[in-house]
């Protein structure tokens, strides 16, 4: 079994930063692609950033520049550095991996979602 668990969400002003981390744990080999995703009140979900196993990094637009995605892959974890927030990033923030199995399968996780409130 797989667990993916983001941590670091609250309540933040804007122009401020925050950082989430996503822990896999469970029967993994190894992480493939990982990547953040958000989803905002009345709106479909949406890819924020990702990153491959080599490092290689895509950003949506709307982050780009203020937001880092980055990858611990000795501890399976995925972080991402939120900085010049803004109340639009407001959203329930979730990850998402694709891992390799210690039985040699291939499975795709999300986590169960942390909050992000960018308000003054």
């Known amino acids: 079994q797989v667990q993916l668990v983001e941590s670091g969400g609250g309540l933040v002003q804007p122009g401020g930063s925050l950082r989430l981390s996503c822990a896999a744990s469970g029967n993994i080999l190894s992480a493939d692609a990982m990547g953040w995703y958000r989803q905002a009140p009345g709106k479909e979900r949406e890819l924020v950033a990702t990153i491959a196993s080599g490092g290689r990094t895509n950003y949506a637009d709307s982050v780009k520049g203020r937001f880092t995605i980055s990858r611990d892959d000795a501890k399976i974890t995925m972080y991402l550095q939120m900085n010049s927030l803004k109340p639009e990033d407001t959203a329930v923030y979730y990850c998402?991996?694709?891992?390799?199995?210690?039985?040699?399968?291939?499975?795709?996780?999300w986590g169960q979602g942390t909050q992000v409130t960018v308000s003054s």
């Open positions: 998402n991996a694709k891992v390799i199995l210690t039985t040699l399968g291939i499975g795709n996780y």
